[in-house]
């Protein structure tokens, strides 16, 4: 299994990024992919998630009405829109993907079994 994210970069406050993440080597359709990121010094803390059929996604407060996770299962594609970017968004972003064929995607990084490497994004005042 292997995830691979893109997109990443060095942006100003206020611009917009678009990550993508390309799964391989699982049934994409069956699972639920979240976004993850770690800003130097901090933990790794939950951003949105989307359940396996698209139709439900969860946002951690401080993205609401900024990030918008979608996916596309006949690509096996998952992605990540980010607008009015501040300097609080700055970390390296996960994508991950947990075997869960039910409506709610899980929040808890524990629930996920396959991360990426990760891609940087650095917001610049």
């Known amino acids: 299994v292997q995830l691979v994210e893109s997109g990443g970069g060095l942006v100003q406050v206020g611009d917009s990024l678009r990550l993508s993440c390309a799964p391989s080597?699982?049934?994409?359709?069956?699972?639920?992919m979240g976004w993850f990121r770690q800003a130097p010094g901090k933990e790794r803390e939950f951003v949105t998630a989307?359940?396996?059929?698209?139709?439900?996604?969860f946002y951690e407060d401080s993205v609401k009405g900024r990030f918008t996770i979608t996916r596309d299962n006949s690509q096996n594609t998952l992605s990540l829109e980010m607008n009015s970017l501040t300097p609080a968004d700055t970390a390296l972003y996960y994508c991950?993907?947990?075997?869960?064929?039910?409506?709610?995607?899980?929040?808890?990084?524990?629930?996920?079994?396959?991360w990426g490497q990760g891609t940087q994004v650095t917001v610049s005042s």
């Open positions: 989307i359940n396996w059929s698209g139709s439900m996604a």
């Open positions: 080597g699982l049934p994409f359709s069956l699972y639920a």
């Open positions: 991950a993907a947990a075997y869960a064929h039910i409506p709610h995607p899980p929040r808890g990084a524990t629930a996920y079994q396959y």
